[in-house]
């Protein structure tokens, strides 16, 4: 155990003083903002649209589609194919909403331009 960190913050906290702290997510851009990506949410499915903003763990979006169910092109396997190499048509895609927001996004993946035509290309799935 360290003690002399122990007795360091135990004397900024009597002191009133508090330790340097490293910007965090909230307080940065994450450099993907104005461009389409894929967003993987904990309780909300994956979803796809342009970045309005990530706010910690809070992810905007413009013009969203939802992944309901999803094939990748090129026979790849994971969302990460899916960014690269887009979907096929046999995939499920609701249709679009002007915006969404999304609490506890886990993972924004940039995508490319095969990526965002194959997503906003694809027809609209309608439950049968």
Known sequence: MNTNLIEKLLTML???????VSPTL?????????EYVIVRCRD???????????DG??????????????KVANN???LSGVAKHGITSDSKVPA??????????CEVLS???????SIQGIAEHAAN
């Open 26 to 34: 909230e307080s940065t851009k994450c450099g993907l903002e104005g």
């Open 57 to 70: 763990r809070t992810a905007t979006l413009r013009d969203s589609r939802r992944l309901w169910y999803w």
């Open 14 to 20: 009597v002191e009133g003083e508090s330790p340097e």
């Open 76 to 78: 790849k396997h994971s």
């Open 96 to 105: 679009s909403v002007g915006t969404v927001i999304l609490p506890e996004a």
């Open 44 to 54: 909300a499915g994956v979803h796809a649209g342009t970045l309005v903003s990530l």
């Open 111 to 117: 995508t490319t331009d095969k990526c965002a035509a």
